[in-house]
């Protein structure tokens, strides 16, 4: 220890204590640094620690009740599948996945060996479960591709009729891709252009409607044209005939992902908020509840509007910020009491509101493999507004966009799982594993392998954990659109530069990024271990009350924690950081209003023996210690997960 410098700290800790109110110029009311004796501030949405720090609440995470035992009622092979015959055998897992919910659910079961599916493949019946003989038996090969000379058309089929819901959709290859236009005759009903964060798009869809009206029902070919950077272009068309009257049924599988558990999603109107929906509430009171019943699922949402993105200073363009899920458990009047409390604001003045939304429940995908063989944007299996599904021992392959993923989901989980690689890092949002717009689910004993971003957070998720998993080669990401009150505790992120990922070993996301916004409150890192070419977390700004405690920090270049504006309220606490530079502080505050954070009993090998520099002083900095370079052993915190300890 550099006993010099120790004595200076500790004397400095009395002074910086008193300076520490030298500015409160932050731009919303403080609500999450909440102390343990400050009893009338907590809420239900509050767990205080054993440690004496107030947390969030992750007691409703994951599959309400656990991963089920889901009894097996049909096979695959029932409806004409046969592993290792190099067959397609996408219609036969449609159809027995069909017969599985007709019967009111139950699994799906498959053999061992190798099943080939040439199409995706949509499941939209609850407890329907896709169960193999074991990661390393039962193998998946997902080989939907796009001719290399032609667009095509995934749906409708040549010859068939196109209604207004009808879905048109067209596919071309995606290098270098530029633009894609859809045509019936030579009118043009749709056309999609490149963007900064198009990726590797292939797809392009309409909808029967779009033509409908403007053209008169009868026979028409439909067209796709397909330009590209170069010049090129490819066409491809099919005959169809228009029909107004037509109410089409059947729905097309969903092209997102080789397998879609996919709910309806929001349905009705939206019912307006007539006061604030307040941290903490377990009640909304709204201007109508017309079309509400006890037990329906509902959003939450407070849109983006040009009040609070000037509050937070949000340079995004687009995006999700401010949204939950929840069940109605009575309604009396115009007030609604729900199951979990809320964990932020929702104001009035921002146009809050509820809708009812329809997932789809308890489905799940179980020991087997997925491998895709083809370069298409195309993830491997996505629960779409899926509440209480899962993915449990499954191994993913190369995937085309994400391995297995959440979107629009509630008390989802993944566990016991393998992701190996991605064939697309070119971003625009691919090669992730984490929650995005997901509220209260969990990953748990998962590894990845080459990811971009992993693990991940992103556009209003919250309440979600990530936890007792290993991430190889990705860095860790608060990723965008004000992320909130999620925890990831007992992982190992072992973060590079190369497949797409920006170095840092965890790096949220900054209120100036246009195509990404700040995040939120309350974020958590919890007995991590966390090694990195850059900073070891870099935080963007606009975040209050992080809770960084029990990690360890190896980096090779940079300080342990980089806060920039409106970074504030944060406990750092019981860290080792390892800082291989020489150059570089423990902690760099960046701006004046970096305050009310807490540094105590971390430790700094090596970096410039500062604990501490920038433009903003500690509230309070107490027993943290420095040494020279050198290896040093991962903190031991009396209570090894908080999620743990919370459940119980």
């Not at 479960?129 to 193998?139: C, L, N, P, S, Y």
């Not at 090129?232 to 059947?250: E, N, V």
């Not at 509400?292 to 040009?306: F, K, N, S």
Request: proline content about 5%.
């Amino acid at each position: 220890m550099r006993s010099q410098r120790f004595i200076l700290i500790l004397i400095a800790t009395l002074i910086y204590s008193v300076s520490a109110g030298q500015s409160n110029a932050v731009p919303w009311e403080r609500l999450y640094k909440i102390k343990p004796n400050e009893t009338n501030r907590m809420t239900l949405a509050d767990v205080l620690g054993p440690d004496g720090i107030v947390y969030p609440n992750w007691t409703k995470c994951g599959v309400q009740g656990g991963i089920p035992e889901v009894k097996a009622v049909v096979s695959v092979e029932d409806y004409g599948a046969k592993p290792n015959d190099a067959i397609d055998d996408s219609q036969s897992l449609a159809n027995a996945c069909h017969a599985a919910g007709e019967r009111g659910g139950g699994a799906v079961l498959m053999d061992e060996g190798a099943y080939y599916l040439d199409r995706p493949v949509t499941v939209r019946y609850d407890n329907v479960v896709i169960r193999g003989k074991g990661a390393d038996k039962t193998h998946l090969i997902f080989r939907y591709a796009v001719p290399n000379d032609r667009v095509v058309f995934y749906s409708p089929s040549a010859g068939g009729r196109v209604g207004p819901d009808t879905l048109i959709e067209m596919h071309a290859k995606p290098k270098d891709l530029a633009k894609m236009t859809i045509l019936v005759d030579e009118s043009v009903i749709g056309t999609w252009t490149r963007g900064q964060h198009s990726g590797n798009t292939f797809n392009f869809s309409r909808y029967g409607r779009n033509a409908i009206g403007n053209i008169a029902d009868g026979k028409h070919t439909l067209k796709g044209i397909a330009e590209y950077k170069n010049g090129t272009k490819l066409t491809g068309d099919i005959p169809i005939i228009l029909d107004s009257t037509f109410k089409d049924t059947d729905p097309v599988a969903d092209s997102r992902a080789a397998i879609t558990f996919a709910g309806k999603g929001a349905v009705g109107r939206r019912l307006m908020l007539a006061e604030d929906g307040k941290r903490g509430d377990t009640t909304l009171t709204l201007q109508s509840t017309d079309g509400l019943r006890a037990g329906d699922c509902i959003m939450i949402e407070g849109p983006a509007t040009d009040r609070w993105k000037a509050l937070t200073k949000n340079a995004c363009l687009w995006g999700t910020y401010r949204m939950y899920r929840m069940v109605v458990t009575d309604i009396e009047g115009k007030t609604v009491t729900i199951n979990q409390p809320l964990r932020i604001e929702f104001p009035v003045i921002d146009g809050s509101y509820i809708q009812k939304v329809i997932p789809i429940r308890r489905c799940g995908v179980e020991a087997l493999s997925l491998e895709q063989t083809e370069n298409l944007w195309i993830s491997s299996v996505v629960f779409y507004h899926g509440w209480n599904c899962w993915a449990k021992d499954v191994t993913i392959k190369k995937c085309g966009r994400f391995p297995v993923y959440g979107s629009m989901a509630k008390w989802c989980e993944i566990r016991d799982c393998v992701f190996d690689d991605a064939w697309f890092k070119g971003g625009g949002g691919t090669a992730y594993t984490g929650w995005d717009r997901c509220w209260d689910c969990l990953i748990e004993n998962v590894e990845t392998f080459k990811m971009r971003h992993a693990p991940l957070f992103q556009w209003a998720a919250s309440g979600c954990v990530i936890r007792k998993s290993v991430f190889h080669e990705s860095d860790g990401q608060w990723h965008s659109g004000w992320t909130h009150e999620n925890l990831i505790e007992q992982c190992v992120i072992q973060s590079v530069r190369d497949h797409g990922s920006y170095g840092y070993g965890m790096w949220a996301s900054p209120p100036e990024d246009k195509a990404h916004g700040p995040n939120g409150p309350r974020n958590v890192v919890y007995n991590c271990d966390v090694s990195s070419p850059r900073a070891g977390l870099w935080m963007g700004g606009m975040n209050e009350n992080w809770l960084i405690l029990h990690n360890r920090f190896t980096v090779d270049s940079g300080p342990g924690v980089f806060a920039k504006p409106t970074s504030f309220d944060h406990i750092i606490k019981d860290n080792v950081f390892i800082l291989k530079d020489g150059t570089s502080p423990m902690v760099s505050l960046t701006a004046p209003d970096c305050i009310g954070i807490e540094l105590i009993d971390n430790k700094l090998y090596g970096g410039n023996g500062h604990i501490v520099s920038g433009k903003a002083k500690p509230a309070l900095l107490q027993n943290n210690e420095d040494f020279p370079l050198g290896s040093a052993s991962r903190p031991v915190p009396k209570v090894p997960s908080i999620y743990e300890w919370q459940v119980r």
